[in-house]
């Protein structure tokens, strides 16, 4: 791991300047020179986001991004926007041909929280305005980004979501478009919109009645229950479990032992998702199905959304989950 982006554990203060790590004796200059053009078809302003720190592995081939949040842990529409970015950087300069990638992984720097999912404040502003519009319009930037992510941005790669902490609402809906979630004991995972009379509109419908049917989609989107990593580990939604802060281990170690049959692994993620066939415009439709029911919330409603965004903020910091 060089710099492009500091320290892997967040440790480390992020470098003004790329350096270069030590030289190894054991490469040859082949093996330099391949490294040195690699790191030169990486974009620098994949390192300058602001709300994303991203590093990139050149001995593993992975690309490690963490939301670095502004407030409130939560997809806001400057997240949105460098979502985007990142993207289009990654799918512009990575590839065959291009800086070399196989593995995709995104975590989080907010500590012991993932994501808590929409812009709940945006949310309730909207549907006091009654601008129904505004409320679709984000809902499609989400579903968008998450259907790149679901084809792996047309890239050979895997994708990986390390989970350390909660992942609730979109925050959950967001994991389920990765080819496979790392996941430490202790993480939490919810979809809470029921209780302000809403459902969760960015996907949990789509891919959790493809992973577990409909009828236990339903339950879990509707019943208003936190899992543990370790329960959605039993129902197949986590697919590793990594002890308490070793969830970066965890995912090098699954990097690891993938390797030998990454091709293999590539090409299984890929018919998977054909024969799950989740499609943007399926993902758009129920987009516009829950903006058509947000805009119908009740004055109690909002409030009760406004309370839960405050009660999120005020829990952040008391919780312990490695970053």
């Given at each position: 791991?060089?710099?492009?982006?500091?320290?892997?554990?967040?440790?480390?203060?992020?470098?003004?300047?790329?350096?270069?790590?030590?030289?190894?004796?054991?490469?040859?200059?082949?093996?330099?020179?391949?490294?040195?053009?690699?790191?030169?078809?990486?974009?620098?302003?994949?390192?300058?986001?602001?709300?994303?720190?991203?590093?990139?592995?050149?001995?593993?081939?992975?690309?490690?991004?963490?939301?670095?949040?502004?407030?409130?842990?939560?997809f806001t529409p400057q997240m949105l926007g460098d979502f985007?970015?990142?993207?289009?950087?990654?799918?512009?300069?990575?590839?065959?041909?291009?800086?070399?990638?196989?593995?995709?992984?995104?975590?989080?720097?907010?500590?012991?929280?993932?994501?808590?999912?929409?812009?709940?404040?945006?949310?309730?502003?909207?549907i006091r305005e009654g601008n129904r519009d505004g409320l679709?319009?984000?809902?499609?930037?989400?579903?968008?980004?998450?259907?790149?992510?679901?084809?792996?941005?047309?890239?050979?790669?895997?994708?990986?979501?390390?989970?350390?902490?909660?992942?609730?609402?979109?925050?959950?809906?967001?994991?389920?478009?990765?080819?496979?979630?790392?996941?430490?004991?202790?993480?939490?995972?919810?979809?809470?919109?029921?209780?302000?009379?809403?459902?969760?509109?960015?996907?949990?419908?789509?891919?959790?009645?493809?992973?577990?049917?409909?009828?236990?989609?339903?339950?879990?989107?509707?019943?208003?229950?936190?899992?543990?990593?370790?329960?959605?580990?039993?129902?197949?939604?986590?697919?590793?479990?990594?002890?308490?802060?070793?969830?970066?281990?965890?995912?090098r170690a699954f990097m690891a032992k993938a390797e030998r049959?990454?091709?293999?692994?590539?090409?299984?993620?890929?018919?998977?998702?054909?024969?799950?066939?989740?499609?943007?415009?399926?993902?758009?439709?129920?987009?516009?199905?829950?903006?058509?029911?947000?805009?119908?919330?009740?004055?109690?409603?909002?409030?009760?959304?406004?309370?839960?965004?405050?009660?999120?903020?005020?829990?952040?910091?008391?919780?312990?989950?490695?970053?």
């Amino acid at each position: 791991m060089d710099r492009l982006a500091g320290g892997l554990d967040g440790r480390e203060e992020m470098a003004e300047t790329s350096s270069a790590p030590a030289i190894a004796f054991s490469q040859t200059a082949e093996d330099l020179l391949v490294q040195s053009q690699a790191r030169l078809q990486v974009p620098d302003a994949l390192f300058r986001l602001d709300q994303l720190d991203v590093l990139y592995d050149d001995d593993a081939q992975a690309l490690w991004t963490y939301m670095r949040p502004v407030g409130r842990p939560s997809f806001t529409p400057q997240m949105l926007g460098d979502f985007v970015t990142w993207q289009d950087l990654i799918g512009s300069h990575f590839g065959p041909g291009r800086a070399p990638l196989r593995y995709l992984v995104l975590g989080s720097r907010a500590p012991g929280v993932f994501c808590f999912g929409g812009d709940l404040e945006l949310f309730a502003t909207l549907i006091r305005e009654g601008n129904r519009d505004g409320l679709a319009a984000y809902g499609y930037r989400c579903v968008e980004i998450l259907s790149r992510n679901l084809h792996s941005l047309d890239l050979p790669i895997l994708t990986i979501g390390l989970v350390q902490g909660q992942a609730l609402g979109g925050g959950f809906e967001a994991l389920l478009s990765f080819d496979y979630i790392v996941a430490e004991r202790g993480a939490t995972f919810g979809l809470p919109e029921v209780k302000f009379g809403l459902f969760p509109g960015m996907g949990a419908h789509a891919f959790l009645t493809r992973k577990l049917g409909s009828a236990l989609a339903d339950r879990v989107i509707m019943d208003d229950q936190t899992f543990t990593a370790e329960e959605l580990y039993e129902r197949g939604i986590v697919h590793v479990l990594a002890e308490p802060g070793q969830g970066e281990a965890a995912v090098r170690a699954f990097m690891a032992k993938a390797e030998r049959r990454h091709a293999g692994l590539v090409g299984a993620r890929r018919a998977s998702k054909r024969s799950e066939n989740v499609t943007l415009h399926e993902l758009r439709d129920i987009v516009d199905y829950w903006a058509d029911s947000a805009i119908k919330l009740r004055e109690q409603d909002l409030k009760l959304m406004q309370r839960l965004a405050a009660a999120q903020v005020r829990i952040r910091p008391q919780v312990s989950a490695a970053a």
